[in-house]
């Protein structure tokens, strides 16, 4: 179990975790590590892995590419995997191809937290080449976007960015839609919009996820995009994690009937495979953009835009959807979530219970709640001796598994999730 290495490791306090397996292969919904444990992934490898580790058709499509054409420089050429895989996109979007306001256009990058500068960056070149002085971004509180300087600036300040505060951007934020008081989250929206100068509200639907998988309603959704369409506010859907199933929908954004003007995409995109990300957009904001003033281009890119590997994956993970009882698969997934979420609400250890999809999550009360909370990383050790890749989220436990995931994986998990809040 022991590792000795130089390497920085992500989200880790090396002085407090100097020691972690070493991953050797994986299969289905299980790791395996070098010494031979096997690991139930009951978080999905921070939430990309859909179908299952090393899906064989995702696998031979990847193999497949990588022996015809590894990479192209993406500015001034293209190639099949990411056409195909466009179109696909466009298709399966919310809105898609439907009606004449959908999404019509797929900007590539490589992460999620870059799908989200992308957006951003759209939103306000959109704005400055429509001639209008719209600048302000609005965001949800508690909200999780990533860690790029301009993700971070529309996520919540506190523990992750502490040190950064300094290269941040203001923004205004949208109180939290809590049961009961979704209506002061409306009216915040409400007046922070009327005010004329908001150049886009963004927000994760359903599910903020870092935040502590705190879940809201579809309705309140739909209703918060009727405000924002209402004064003319580009709505932008972080469906870095929502995406591909996960709250039981292909996108989070279906379940409130909504097609948001930008819509990012990463993590199961590929189901999981490789890294990809997507930033989908209305023509509105392509047209914005395009123009014989060459200033009015869109200036972003990264070296690995549209990898053909990384589209050659997702093409093939856009496929399964298309070809196999996925969102059958989901759908089993989430009613046997249901069922594990009333186990550790019957053991009397947890409250606040919720579910979203194939996400289940509950809170263990202790007295130094948040991310930091004591708990969290003794109850990771204990998880991972007991042969389960669950990473708390401080004093919030949650499971979301692969689809090919089992009952009997669940109820191990479940199990070992009681047994080790037994022993706090």
Same mark, same amino acid.
């Given at each position: 179990?022991?590792?000795s290495?130089?390497?920085?490791?992500?989200?880790?306090?090396?002085?407090?975790?100097?020691?972690?397996?070493v991953?050797?292969?994986?299969?289905?919904?299980?790791?395996?590590?070098?010494?031979?444990?096997?690991l139930?992934?009951?978080?999905?490898?921070?939430?990309?892995?859909?179908?299952?580790?090393?899906?064989?058709?995702?696998?031979?499509?990847?193999?497949?590419?990588?022996?015809?054409?590894?990479?192209?420089?993406?500015?001034g050429?293209?190639h099949?995997?990411?056409?195909?895989?466009?179109?696909?996109?466009?298709k399966?979007?919310?809105?898609?191809?439907k009606?004449a306001?959908?999404?019509?256009?797929?900007?590539?990058?490589?992460?999620?937290?870059?799908?989200?500068?992308?957006?951003?960056?759209?939103?306000?070149?959109y704005?400055?080449?429509?001639?209008?002085?719209?600048?302000?971004?609005?965001?949800?509180?508690?909200?999780?976007?990533?860690?790029?300087?301009?993700?971070?600036s529309?996520?919540?300040?506190?523990?992750?960015?502490?040190?950064?505060?300094?290269?941040m951007?203001?923004?205004?934020?949208?109180?939290?839609?809590?049961?009961?008081?979704?209506?002061?989250?409306?009216?915040?929206?409400?007046?922070?919009?009327?005010?004329?100068?908001?150049?886009?509200?963004?927000?994760e639907?359903?599910?903020?996820?870092?935040?502590?998988?705190?879940?809201?309603?579809?309705? #309140?959704?739909a209703?918060?995009a009727?405000? #924002?369409?209402?004064?003319d506010?580009?709505?932008?859907?972080?469906?870095?994690?929502?995406?591909?199933?996960?709250?039981?929908?292909?996108?989070?954004s279906?379940q409130?009937k909504?097609?948001?003007?930008?819509?990012?995409s990463?993590?199961?995109?590929?189901?999981?495979?490789m890294?990809?990300?997507?930033?989908?957009?209305?023509?509105?904001?392509?047209?914005?953009?395009?123009?014989?003033?060459?200033?009015?281009?869109?200036?972003?890119?990264?070296?690995?835009?549209?990898?053909?590997?990384?589209?050659?994956?997702?093409v093939?993970?856009?496929?399964?959807?298309?070809e196999?009882p996925?969102?059958?698969?989901?759908d089993?997934?989430?009613?046997?979530?249901?069922?594990?979420?009333?186990?550790?609400?019957?053991?009397?250890?947890?409250?606040?219970?919720?579910?979203?999809?194939?996400?289940?999550?509950?809170?263990?009360?202790?007295?130094?709640?948040?991310?930091?909370?004591?708990?969290?990383?003794?109850?990771?050790?204990?998880?991972?001796?007991?042969?389960?890749?669950?990473?708390?989220?401080?004093?919030?436990?949650?499971?979301?598994?692969?689809?090919?995931?089992?009952?009997e994986?669940?109820?191990g998990?479940?199990?070992?999730?009681?047994?080790?809040?037994?022993g706090l």
């Amino acid at each position: 179990m022991t590792h000795s290495s130089p390497v920085w490791h992500p989200f880790t306090q090396h002085a407090v975790m100097p020691d972690f397996p070493v991953i050797d292969s994986a299969q289905g919904a299980y790791l395996t590590a070098k010494n031979g444990q096997r690991l139930f992934d009951a978080i999905s490898s921070w939430w990309v892995v859909t179908h299952g580790h090393c899906h064989p058709q995702i696998i031979e499509a990847i193999q497949a590419q990588a022996a015809k054409l590894d990479q192209v420089i993406f500015a001034g050429f293209t190639h099949d995997p990411a056409e195909e895989l466009a179109e696909k996109l466009i298709k399966l979007s919310p809105g898609g191809d439907k009606n004449a306001d959908g999404l019509s256009h797929v900007f590539y990058s490589d992460s999620g937290s870059t799908a989200v500068e992308v957006a951003l960056k759209m939103a306000l070149g959109y704005w400055k080449h429509s001639g209008e002085d719209r600048t302000r971004i609005l965001v949800m509180e508690h909200s999780y976007h990533g860690d790029t300087i301009g993700t971070m600036s529309v996520g919540e300040r506190g523990v992750f960015n502490a040190p950064y505060l300094p290269l941040m951007f203001g923004v205004e934020k949208v109180p939290f839609p809590q049961v009961g008081a979704e209506q002061a989250s409306l009216d915040a929206l409400q007046t922070a919009c009327a005010k004329g100068d908001v150049a886009a509200f963004i927000l994760e639907p359903l599910v903020l996820g870092a935040g502590g998988m705190m879940m809201y309603s579809a309705d #309140c959704l739909a209703k918060m995009a009727a405000i #924002c369409k209402a004064h003319d506010v580009l709505l932008i859907a972080d469906e870095v994690m929502t995406g591909w199933g996960r709250t039981g929908t292909l996108f989070a954004s279906e379940q409130a009937k909504i097609c948001p003007d930008i819509l990012c995409s990463s993590k199961g995109i590929t189901g999981g495979s490789m890294p990809l990300a997507v930033t989908l957009c209305k023509s509105k904001i392509f047209d914005a953009h395009y123009s014989q003033d060459r200033t009015k281009t869109f200036f972003h890119s990264s070296s690995y835009t549209a990898n053909p590997i990384a589209c050659a994956a997702a093409v093939a993970n856009v496929r399964l959807w298309e070809e196999e009882p996925v969102q059958e698969r989901v759908d089993n997934l989430a009613q046997m979530q249901s069922a594990m979420l009333s186990c550790l609400m019957a053991s009397g250890l947890f409250a606040n219970p919720r579910q979203a999809g194939t996400i289940i999550a509950v809170d263990v009360a202790v007295e130094d709640g948040g991310y930091l909370a004591d708990i969290g990383p003794r109850l990771y050790r204990h998880f991972l001796a007991g042969g389960y890749l669950i990473r708390p989220l401080g004093n919030s436990l949650y499971l979301m598994p692969p689809y090919c995931s089992t009952k009997e994986d669940l109820e191990g998990a479940v199990a070992c999730m009681i047994e080790g809040v037994k022993g706090l």
